[in-house]
């Protein structure tokens, strides 16, 4: 079935310092990428939305110069995190969509990163 | 924008006993309901899932129910096995967006 690769799996950075996130599609191609952060005991808020080769589309309340997103081919989506604080600690997860799935309904999710920054 | 309601937020239930969660959404254009269970420290993964052109779909142990009218779908887990313990997020298509429901830790009880 669809994979979605995410790494690193966690990351402590320093306060003020700069985070990526990658995420890779393996066996398919992925147009559009999903970013989510959730915080302990909380649900996936979704942060942004990536469309191949566009600009990401940012959700009210979140930050597009801290939260830099390239979404540069069908399988790789990058999450920068940028001048880190340690508010921002909290767990990313990013999700694709499956075109080989039925009528696009298919999203597939990566595993997560715990990010820490101290 | 889409809000989706999930209840309850804990749940303990006898191995081998029947679990039920539930979500109401409010957009009557979302199309597509898909379950989630999330382990601790990893992304979610996709149980089971129902298109809005359908009714009722079942899996082995897990079924979902989806009333348009009400605009409501529940998860039904039979004969629950510790393995199920897990957090499980209900979630409505609308968009091209998912919106999660705020979640449910199941426990299952030996």
């Known amino acids: 079935g669809a994979v979605v690769s995410q790494h690193p799996s966690r990351v402590i950075c320093k306060s003020g310092t700069s985070v990526k996130i990658e995420c890779r599609s393996l066996d398919f191609q992925a147009t559009t990428m999903f970013w989510y952060r959730q915080f302990p005991k909380q649900s996936l808020m979704l942060m942004a939305t990536?469309?191949?080769?566009?600009?990401?589309?940012?959700e009210q309340g979140v930050e597009k110069d801290k939260f830099l997103i390239n979404h540069a081919s069908l399988t790789l989506s990058t999450l920068t995190v940028t001048s880190a604080h340690p508010e921002d600690s909290s767990f990313y997860i990013c999700?694709?969509?499956?075109?080989?799935?039925?009528?696009?309904?298919?999203?597939?999710f990566g595993s997560g990163t715990r990010l820490t920054v101290v | 924008g889409e809000n989706v309601e999930q209840h309850p937020s804990t749940l303990s239930v006898q191995e081998g006993d029947s679990a039920v969660i539930k979500c109401t959404y409010s957009d009557s254009a979302s199309n597509y309901f898909p379950w989630y269970k999330q382990e601790l420290g990893k992304g979610p993964q996709l149980i089971i899932d129902?298109?809005?052109?359908?009714g009722e779909k079942k899996d082995q142990r897990i079924a979902v129910t989806l009333n348009k009218t009400a605009k409501h779908f529940s998860l039904h887990i039979t004969e629950t096995q510790p393995e199920d313990s897990a957090v499980y997020f209900c979630?409505?298509?609308?968009?091209?967006?998912?919106?999660f429901g705020t979640g449910t830790r199941l426990t299952i009880i030996p």
């Open positions: 990536s469309n191949e080769g566009s600009k990401a589309t940012y």
């Open positions: 999700s694709a969509r499956d075109l080989a799935v039925a009528v696009n309904y298919g999203y597939t």
């Open positions: 979630a409505a298509r609308g968009n091209e967006k998912l919106t």
């Open positions: 129902i298109r809005s052109n359908v």
